[in-house]
């Protein structure tokens, strides 16, 4: 039995309560696990009678958290617009949420990047919380021809897969991800320059998924606050 850490633990329910906290996405991603070629949206819309948008979202939710693999593929004859097509990867029902947070491995991290000092530092862990947050949007079949604000929903609901407890809400004039929890645990907390990685992911994905924004940690917990905030601005 592998053991986990009390911030293993959080993580990994948060990634499942959102994944599957749901009935209705319980049974679609059941639905998609026996369908040897995958569904698409028109067809859960179908089989569930929901609306086609509806059916897309809780597809792209299963996406998000990996529970689902997208695929783009054209109509028999090649006419029409593609379609996007969910499977799961595997023979088997899994709900295992691989751990993301090793203390031992994030604690060097730490100490190797403040020994870079924090400008370098903070440029190279933006960096590759940015290359992550890319791939993390194309491997949910997620890339470009969405709305800000859908976006925005979509790297939130990654960052929750993830296990960071994130939500995108709006303050005012302003757009925001709120992340409730941190799977970095207090590595971030001693070694704040963590937090860039965070950053990048989220610069990564809106990215990939809508095209170049403005992104801004305004608070963190490293910083005292309760909660991380990113503002986000197109």
């Given amino acids: 039995m592998t053991s986990l850490s009390p911030t293993d633990f959080s993580s990994a329910v948060t990634a499942i309560t959102s994944a599957f906290g749901d009935p209705t996405r319980r049974e679609i991603y059941l639905f998609a696990h026996g369908a040897a070629e995958g569904v698409t949206a028109s067809e859960v819309a179908q089989h569930f009678d929901l609306h086609a948008n509806v059916a897309r979202h809780h597809l792209d939710k299963l996406a998000a958290g990996g529970y689902l693999e997208v695929s783009t593929e054209r109509p028999a004859g090649g006419a029409g617009r593609p ?7 595997s023979d088997e029902v899994s709900l295992d949420v691989p751990v993301r947070h090793d203390e031992v491995l994030l604690e060097l991290l730490g100490r190797a990047l403040a020994a870079l000092g924090p400008e370098r530092a903070t440029a ?4 590759v919380g940015e290359e992550y947050g890319r791939s993390m949007a194309a491997t949910a079949g997620q890339t470009g021809t969405r709305s800000f604000r859908a976006a925005l929903h979509t790297v939130a609901d990654a960052l929750t897969a993830h296990g960071f407890a994130a939500h995108a809400e709006k303050d005012g004039a302003e757009l925001r991800i709120v992340t409730e929890h941190c799977p970095f645990g207090e590595a971030a907390v001693e070694h704040p320059v963590i937090c860039a990685v965070d950053r990048g992911m989220v610069k990564g994905m809106l990215e990939t998924l809508y095209g170049e924004t403005s992104v801004d940690l305004t608070s963190s917990l490293p910083s005292g606050d309760d909660h991380c905030v990113t503002a986000v601005d197109d």
């Fill in 83 to 89: 379609s996007k097509r969910y499977r799961t990867g």
């Fill in 124 to 127: 190279l862990a933006e960096e």
